[in-house]
């Protein structure tokens, strides 16, 4: 499976943008880049995914580099409450698809 | 309810034990999974189910047992667990496997085998 790599931690201050960096280099044609989040004591929640074009939606905006080894999650204005792990993921749009996460990002957000 | 749901949240049970975990999907999915998130392992597939039938076993030992009676409705039994599977097991659906779509997990529930 195509691995990702993401840094390891961040930190934001509240209210203003956050920008999450992800590289994939060895991602295939096929291969959907997903973005999923995960709070304390929660399961993982969907944020966004996107194939080759970048991605709007109310929760966030996905910027896929051209040759597609690197992406960004744009949180356009950070809340306490986006303080979570965020994993990047790559998902093979074939048949058997399964999420492998990573260690992700830790985000942290400063009042 | 909407989503994703799970019960119980949290369980504890002895190795001897027999217990089950449920999952109800409300989103009209017709794929299903049961994952398992523990602190040394990065998130692990257990099991896929599309339209009731197990489309993927990822060598999950046999203490660990599956049902999916509905496209609505995924068990996970459990018997003679180790304290080694204390985890939090999540279950997750999507519309359908394939073609890279999002899945929606459940909030979790919290096992400890004592």
């Known amino acids: 499976d195509a691995k990702t790599t993401q840094p390891n931690s961040m930190e934001s201050n509240e209210e203003e943008p956050v920008h999450l960096p992800c590289n994939h280099s060895?991602?295939?044609?096929?291969?959907?880049i997903h973005w999923y989040r995960q709070l304390p004591s929660q399961g993982p929640e969907y944020v966004i995914h996107g194939l080759t074009s970048n991605v709007n939606n109310r929760m966030a905006s996905l910027a896929i580099a051209e040759d597609r080894k690197s992406s960004t999650l744009i949180l356009h204005r950070a809340t306490l409450r986006d303080a979570a792990v965020y994993y990047c993921?790559?998902?093979?749009?074939?048949?058997?698809?399964?999420?492998?996460f990573g260690k992700g990002t830790r985000l942290h957000i400063l009042p | 309810e909407t989503g994703v749901t799970q019960t119980p949240r949290h369980l504890v049970m002895g190795m001897t034990n027999k217990k089950s975990l449920k999952c109800e999907q409300h989103?009209?999915?017709?794929?299903m999974y049961w994952y398992k998130q523990s602190a040394k392992k990065p998130l692990e597939l257990m099991f896929v189910?599309?339209?009731?039938?197990?489309?993927e076993n990822n060598s999950v030992p046999s203490r660990f047992s599956p049902e999916c009676p509905n496209s609505s409705h995924l068990f996970l039994h459990l018997h003679t667990l180790q304290p080694e599977d204390s985890a939090l097991y999540l279950c997750a659906s999507s519309p359908r496997i394939g073609q890279g779509l999002e899945q929606y997990f459940g909030p979790g529930t919290r096992l400890t085998v004592t």
């Open positions: 060895t991602i295939s044609g096929t291969d959907y």
């Open positions: 993921i790559l998902r093979p749009g074939d048949v058997y698809d399964k999420i492998i």
């Open positions: 189910y599309s339209l009731e039938e197990r489309v």
């Open positions: 989103l009209g999915h017709n794929a």
